[in-house]
């Protein structure tokens, strides 16, 4: 994103002051898991019949975006965008976040419910119009780790984890240039520039925690 939306987002003076609890409740469903991937995928997919094991089974744990495959073992559920991975290395994550060895960083992707997370919408399409921007796709994104079969999010002010997501084709347009607004509980949000330059994708970096992600066109 150029320099000059991230001066006309500080010039206008979006006080947004929002009440998140109800934003990331999806992601706190998920959050809220002790196991592992197939733990995450049973807060979403609905449980006790066989079929739904057979389909808890089928929950991708890896994604790839332009044919590079996310380094970061997860729950890849995001279908609304053409995949989704982390790039950063996992040793330099691991390092940043002060992993110890028996701790490795873990990804959730899904698609953002609207009715379920409200506020967080709100947010991200008061910020879009303040840009003159066009929302697409939006989703729950969480970088945590997994130690010992239990899940929790990594710290929220750690070093950059980069991520690459798949522009779906119905939302690519011209020449056209693409960000990403983050938004985390409490109503705080970031505008997070595109640092790739294929239209057909969107590479950011993020930090930990989990957040809601949409991305824009302008």
Known sequence: MKASIVKRMLAGALAVSLVMAPAMVQAAEVS????NSTTAAESIISSSTSESVTSVAKVPTTSEVGGVKSTMTGVYLATKVNGSAVTSNLATIAQGYGLTSNEKPYAKFFNL????????????????S?????????????????AGGEYSLLASDGPAIRIAIGIPKNFVQGDSNYAMICVREGGAFSVLKDLDSDPATITFDAAGGAGAYGIIRY
């Open 32 to 35: 809220s898991d002790t196991g």
């Open 130 to 146: 303040s840009l003159g921007a066009t929302v697409g796709p939006v989703l729950n994104i969480e970088l945590g780790k997994m």
């Open 113 to 128: 419910d609207a009715k379920k997370s409200p506020m967080a919408m709100q947010v991200i399409d008061t910020v879009a």
